[in-house]
């Protein structure tokens, strides 16, 4: 019972954790490039571009960590990358024109739509049937509808508790297929 509950929680960390990144890495890069393209003229843009593309290596490991951990998905660690050599210039245009990272980036970017399912998911297999479990406690409180029936009583109320914990069933069940499909994303990053 203990091992189901860790798992339980596990999935939901991991749903939230999917939605954090997806937020961060969006921003981080959706802010690097832009100013870095903006201030290209300048002498700070290229250097700017090239620290945030040396970013996708570090990220893609940690993406390749984390669907480790609370998936058991194994990806394979990709080849240690080589740091470009020659001077500033020479080692902006390596990074620049580096397919790897522009791909790396969009993946990760586009991990922001698949961190917004993740929250609306974590919202509808975890917060929804807990509320749904508290009902008898919370209705002598709270003003409480469920399915466009008022709760008001005791029976009612336990009603609903019966549905939340059908519902937190099912929640494992579906949230083990949808981890894993949000795993997979992972392992298309290191295709």
């Known amino acids: ?23 961060f890495y969006f921003c981080f890069y959706a802010i690097g490039l832009v100013t870095g393209f903006g201030l290209s003229f300048t002498i700070a843009g290229i250097p700017l571009l090239t620290h945030v593309l040396r970013t996708t290596s570090t990220f893609r490991e940690f993406e390749r ?4 951990i609370y998936t058991d998905i194994s990806i394979p660690v990709l080849d240690e990358r080589r740091q470009p050599t020659g001077s500033l210039w020479m080692q902006a245009k390596q990074e620049l024109l580096n397919s790897n990272n522009w791909n790396t980036v969009l993946w990760l970017m586009l991990k922001l739509i698949i961190g917004i399912g993740s929250l609306l998911c974590a919202v509808v297999l975890y917060v929804i049937p807990l ?22 009583s005791l029976e009612s109320s336990l009603v609903v508790c019966g549905l939340g914990m059908i519902g937190m069933i099912a929640s494992y069940w579906l949230s083990n297929r949808i981890i894993m499909i949000v795993g997979s994303y992972s392992r298309l990053l290191f295709k």
Do not use: A, C, D, W
């Open 1 to 23: 019972m203990n091992n189901i509950i860790i798992r339980h929680m596990r999935n939901f960390h991991f749903l939230l954790l999917t939605f954090g990144t997806g937020v």
């Open 65 to 68: 960590l984390q669907t480790k």
């Open 131 to 152: 509320l749904m479990l508290l009902t008898p406690f919370l209705y002598p409180i709270v003003e409480m509808n469920f399915l466009n029936m008022s709760v008001q």
